[in-house]
């Protein structure tokens, strides 16, 4: 499959106003597999940080978001990124932000293929945007559902990044598949130290929140013997207030925002990964990456208890289930973790084989080429 496109001279251009251009999905997983099934890949984002070729994708950079108003710097972005196009002809134009729909809606336009990249149930997702008033957020998620709906059926396809994302989109528009944002199995190489010999260390890695679970993740803390490993941004950065005063903040080492090799080394000495995030619409169908890398670095699970989460952690018996509201639950299924190596070390294990067979990059990149198979 990785081969499909090598005989065809093909391009493609993956468009992203938010992302970073070294986003783990966008850079390195869906352009450097299109690469390597033969593509010409471009990648268009607006960071300020200049064009850059790196490892055969050529970056074009469309400008900084300068102004501090959100829907103004939005606007202005989607122009940036829309006249950097101008200059651009690809096969098969790729977008990953709900914002760039418009742009979108104009590539179709003006007779090209485009791909919509759906990384999250936006629609949901504003219900819990910190940012917002909670005033508007029912309106706003009506909006966004009715704007998506409408001009879902417009694209050429739609990339979904969970099943149940899929789901909804399916309804309108029928070039819609499921490409879950899995490990790649080519990044499973960790320099794992012998179980016995890792610290009682847990970790958090990923966007720090309090609908993310970071209070009760604290306050557990106090009532365990270890320390946390805490690797993100947080959001908002007033939150980080909230939780100096907290005794468990004394046992957490903020480690701010990691790339790829650093986080390897954070799960390579850990013995537990923690992800109880709150049980909103957007998360209880989602798919964290978070979960699966932990499952891929080969330590257990602590999650939050969602039908979905559950499933996949009691059938590979890779971790416990807990009521991310009850930081003693919390507390005690990471105890249980900590006091018996035993246990901990063969669910790491199981989780490590899951991702290897199952939940990993490669089995999701044969659908994402087969899609551009089926529209070329």
């Known amino acids: 499959m990785e081969h499909l496109f090598k005989d065809l001279t093909l391009k493609s251009c993956h468009l992203t106003s938010v992302h970073r251009r070294d986003d783990v999905r966008i850079f390195y997983k869906e352009c450097i597999s299109l690469n390597q099934a033969g593509f010409e890949v471009e990648l268009v984002v607006a960071d300020g940080k200049g064009n850059a070729q790196k490892e055969g994708i050529a970056i074009y950079d469309a400008g900084i978001k300068e102004s501090s108003k959100r829907l103004s710097r939005m606007i202005k972005t989607v122009w940036m990124i829309y006249r950097q196009t101008l200059g651009l002809d690809a096969d098969i134009f790729h977008f990953h932000d709900s914002e760039l729909i418009p742009l979108g809606l104009l590539l179709k336009w003006r007779g090209k293929k485009v791909i919509y990249d759906v990384h999250e149930d936006l629609p949901r997702q504003i219900s819990s945007k910190y940012y917002l008033p909670e005033s508007i957020r029912p309106l706003l998620s009506k909006f966004a559902e009715f704007i998506e709906n409408c001009s879902a059926g417009c694209f050429s396809a739609i990339s979904a990044a969970t099943p149940h994302i899929r789901d909804r989109f399916l309804k309108f528009n029928a070039h819609t598949v499921d490409v879950n944002n899995f490990p790649r199995l080519d990044n499973l190489s960790f320099a ?10 847990i970790c958090y890695i990923g966007g720090i929140s309090e609908n993310r679970g970071i209070l009760e993740l604290v306050d557990a803390l106090s009532a365990i013997d270890a320390t946390l490993d805490l690797a993100g941004d947080f959001y908002p950065i007033s939150l980080k207030k909230k939780l100096t005063g907290r005794p468990g903040w004394k046992k957490t080492n903020e480690l701010g925002f990691l790339n790829r090799e650093e986080i390897k080394g954070v799960l390579a000495s850990c013995k537990v990964g923690i992800v109880t995030l ?17 499952m891929a670095a080969g330590i257990p699970v602590v999650a939050s208890s969602f039908p979905l989460w559950r499933d996949i952690i009691e059938k590979y018996e890779c971790g416990c289930c807990v009521n991310p509201h009850d930081y003693q639950e919390i507390a005690k299924a990471v105890k249980r973790l900590l006091d018996d190596d035993a246990l901990a070390q063969k669910m790491g294990e199981n989780g490590r084989r899951a991702v290897e ?3 990993n990059w490669e089995n999701e990149s044969k659908k994402m080429l087969e899609l551009y198979k089926a529209m070329l």
């Open 192 to 201: 794992d130290l012998p179980w016995k010999e890792r610290q009682r260390k």
């Open 278 to 294: 709150y049980p909103t619409d957007s998360y209880m169908h989602s798919l964290p990456v978070k979960m699966f890398e932990y």
């Open 357 to 359: 067979k199952y939940f």
